[in-house]
């Protein structure tokens, strides 16, 4: 596999695509599997309930540091993760599975295709980023019967050594 490298033009487009596919590559507890992924947003309104669990992947901010004068700037990239789940029922309280059970088992799953071989090695998308994990407040939030799930993402840019 040929790595983009960090000075190319298309760079950027092929760290999200990595990243992307590394998320579209996420497995689940109970069988569960995405039935939609997308790289652009959409709220849970305009994602029919049959294309769900749907994966979002929206990109965020970027955060460019100078540190050294005339020296490299440090990029740290963003994104978030965001799965749509229709959970018929959640409104009663005997449900099979809870809506929660459905949430952690998306939340892990996404946590696990952070991992790598062996274990608690840099997850470099493929030696493109020096780093990729998730940091900051995983949100679970169950209205009615919809499911929204947010995943913050940060990524080191640059070369790998």
């Given at each position: ?5 960090f000075?190319?033009l298309?760079y950027?487009?092929?760290v999200?695509?990595?990243l992307?596919?590394?998320l579209?590559a ?12 997308m790289?652009?947003?959409?709220v ?6 049959a ?5 979002i992947?929206i990109?965020g901010p970027m ?12 990029w ?10 229709r ?9 099979s ?5 459905t949430?952690n ?5 996404i946590?696990k ?5 062996p274990?608690?090695?840099?997850q ?11 940091d ?5 939030e169950v ?7 947010t995943v ?10």
């Open positions: 596999m040929t790595v983009t490298a000075d190319d298309t950027l487009e092929e999200y695509v990595a992307f596919a590394l579209q996420a497995t689940f507890a109970a069988g569960v599997k995405l039935q939609t992924s790289r652009a947003f959409m849970p309104d305009q994602v029919a309930p294309d769900m669990p749907a994966l992947l990109e955060h460019v540091e100078q540190k050294v004068v005339f020296g490299p700037a440090k740290t990239l963003t994104a978030l993760a965001a799965l749509y789940v959970a018929e029922g959640t409104a009663a309280p005997n449900q599975p809870l809506s929660v059970t949430a088992s998306l939340i892990w799953g946590r295709a952070f991992e790598t071989t274990p608690y090695e840099k470099t998308l493929g030696g493109l980023v020096v780093h990729a994990w998730i900051g407040e995983v949100l679970p209205t009615s019967e919809q499911i929204l799930i913050p993402i940060y990524m080191i840019a640059g070369p790998v050594d």
